[in-house]
């Protein structure tokens, strides 16, 4: 039952999209099932993932300034663009704390 459960999970993974989770598509980071709206395409490689993952990721990055933060995707190479990133982050002081590192 339970090993059912995990593959069906994989087989969504590599699909990115769920079909029985009301038109969401699964967010590599978290696995969870997030509506399109909520989901955000990295400029210049389209790797996607929910908004919410993507904000934490740049704060993790910019804590440990490790900027232009990369992103998540694996082996991805590419970083995320600071306008990218400014449109990620609810908060206008990591904003301006990003813009100035940058
Ligand atoms: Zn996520
Ligand atoms: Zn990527």
Do not use: W
């Amino acid at each position: 039952m339970f090993k059912c459960a995990v593959l069906h999970v994989l087989r969504n993974m590599q699909e990115g999209y769920n079909p029985e989770g009301g038109g969401g598509f699964i967010c590599d980071i978290c696995m969870n099932s997030v509506a399109v709206e909520s989901m955000h395409a990295i400029a210049g490689c389209f790797h996607e993932y929910c908004k919410g993952c993507l904000e934490q990721h740049i704060l993790v990055h910019m804590e440990s300034k490790n900027l232009p933060v990369p992103c998540p995707g694996m082996e991805c190479g590419n970083s995320i663009a600071v306008h990218d990133c400014t449109l990620l982050l609810c908060n206008q002081t990591d904003v301006h704390r990003l813009v100035q590192a940058s």
